[in-house]
């Protein structure tokens, strides 16, 4: 019986994504594409707390991994100006998905470096997974960018809401809204899922010996990309609405123990699925939606690169 729960397709996870994780799960399994979260206080804790079970890059190809995103980098500023887009360098991605581009690349580099009177660029070709290890960084930074923005964006809302009660002497100040952000799933949405399945595969966290993990995301983009690419699929769960615990409520480790002894129970079949789901009775007022599909065939195999086996994806979001 699967009791793995591995975080996908995504190399940064932001504090929204971590609440909702948390409401439904004990701990989860992630690729961080680091080799320690030393930059990362809160991460760390979490790591601490066995809550984050990370599977960190090697010094030496964290190291590589970050040379290549310099020189990839220092060739975007070259060509495309100083303000880079990473959203249009995932989309069009020439340096990590076919090494006939690298030569070019490599070129104009040190053409550019002519220019500025610097010295040429080196870029060598790539092995594949080194390709997927830089792709799913420059998704990492792009993540993180737009997760930036998102909180930006919420603060200037949170003091427009602030200024506006101040102004009509309403206290005490109406409860915040939850600013939900952008879904990064939306963007190269099946070249993410092929990369990091291809990576943590040769990390060690698809294909081992033992239990399949159940791949959990928040991402609206991501499971329906799945769903609609694969034919050979079982709705295991399809919860709506349902009541989760607060994450400082006391009650929360026994519901997360009950719920996810539940959701392993769908994946095999046991049981009414819906009747036997745990119930929250306490003063909890959060609520998430939660769908759970059991995928078979070639179609999950060739999108996971995860040959004869079935895979379970679960998406879980609060309303």
Not at 62 to 81: N, S
Not at 105 to 118: A, D, F
Not at 168 to 177: C, F, W
């Amino acid at each position: 019986m699967t009791t793995r729960f591995l975080f996908f397709p995504f190399a940064h996870i932001s504090k929204r994504q971590l609440r909702i994780l948390f409401s439904f799960f004990p701990s989860f399994e992630c690729l961080p594409m680091a080799m320690d979260f030393d930059l990362f206080p809160l991460l760390a804790e979490l790591q601490g707390q066995g809550k984050i079970v990370p599977f960190f890059l090697s010094a030496e190809t964290f190291r590589a991994v970050e040379q290549k995103r310099k020189q990839y980098l220092a060739w975007a500023g070259i060509h495309k100006g100083n303000q880079v887009n990473l959203k249009l360098l995932l989309k069009q991605t020439p340096y990590f998905t076919d090494d006939s581009d690298v030569t070019a690349i490599r070129s104009k580099i040190r053409q550019g470096n002519r220019v500025n009177g610097k010295a040429g660029i080196d870029l060598p070709g790539e092995s594949s997974l080194m390709q997927d290890l830089l792709f799913l960084k420059m998704a990492q930074l792009y993540d993180e960018q737009n997760d930036g923005i998102d909180l930006a964006l919420n603060d200037l809302d949170t003091i427009h809401d602030q200024l506006i009660l101040n102004l009509r002497g309403i206290d005490p100040p109406l409860p915040q809204v939850e600013n939900k952000g952008s879904d990064a799933g939306a963007v190269m949405t099946g070249e993410r899922i092929l990369a990091w399945s291809r990576c943590m595969a040769a990390m060690g966290g698809l294909g081992r010996q033992g239990a399949d993990p159940l791949l959990i995301t928040t991402s609206d983009a991501v499971f329906d990309y799945i769903e609609s690419n694969c034919k050979d699929v079982i709705n295991a769960l399809d919860i709506d609405q349902i009541k989760v615990h607060e994450n400082k409520c006391n009650h929360k480790d026994e519901w997360h123990q009950y719920f996810c002894e539940h959701i392993m129970g769908a994946v095999i079949g046991d049981g009414d699925r819906k009747k036997d789901l745990p119930e929250v009775t306490d003063n909890c007022c959060l609520s998430g939606q939660f769908k759970l599909r059991v995928f078979s065939g070639n179609d999950i195999n060739r999108i996971f690169n995860y040959p004869g086996r079935q895979i379970s994806v679960c998406l879980v979001k609060l309303k």
